[in-house]
């Protein structure tokens, strides 16, 4: 039968590691007792206290019981990060897979509901559909109440609502952006 073959990456399975820790950590226990328990063997059976050394080693043994206990533990599943969603959630609109990339966001603002990142991004990939203008309005609102400083979020909003014909309010955010310094792509003078 052949040798399992590893990843490339060189790790080998965390299952057979944890299984090999677990051994180690009772192997370096029992050594642990018995070095502990030597002096007081030898003072009962023998008559005199031996062994010197015996509860430094036992001493270590115990470290490297601690030692194969905590790397041996079963390995959580990390939770990625808001970065790793967003930038999840771009690859997949980028090769034209908004809806999925939609589901992405709509995951990271399940665990992150303060991510206005997600909401701003969610907003421009609903703006490819025509109907979805109004998802795409609560999204750029809702990132402006959560980063109220983002410049780009307000001309984001005043493409939504050119798109609605409400301009007065698009003006409104094309002021708002351009008081906080942002690029409103509006003609000078005009």
């Known amino acids: ?24 950590r009772r192997a370096a226990l029992a050594l642990a007792v018995l070095f502990a328990s030597l002096p007081l063997v030898s003072g009962l059976f023998l008559g005199r206290g031996g062994f010197d050394g015996a509860p430094e080693i036992a001493c270590l043994c115990l470290f490297a019981a601690a030692y194969f206990h905590l790397t041996g533990r079963a390995r959580r599943p990390t939770i990625p990060d808001s970065a790793t969603f967003l930038g999840e959630a771009i690859r ?8 999925r990339a939609i589901a992405i966001l709509n995951k990271a603002l ?14 421009q990939m609903r703006l490819v559909r025509p109907d979805a203008a109004e998802s795409a309005l609560q999204d750029f609102t809702e990132a402006i109440r959560l ?26 955010d094309l002021e708002v952006a351009a008081r906080l310094g942002g690029d409103t792509g509006a003609p000078a003078g005009g």
């Open 147 to 172: 980063a109220p400083g983002e410049a780009h979020l307000y001309i984001l909003r005043s493409h939504v609502f050119t798109l609605l014909g409400r301009e007065p309010a698009a003006r409104a």
């Open 92 to 99: 997949l609109a980028a090769s034209g897979e908004t809806g």
């Open 110 to 123: 399940r665990l992150s509901p303060r991510l206005w990142q997600a909401r701003e991004y969610r907003g």
């Open 1 to 24: 039968m052949p040798a399992p073959q590893h990843d490339d990456d060189g790790e080998p399975p965390a299952v057979p590691w944890a299984s090999q820790a677990r051994q180690c």
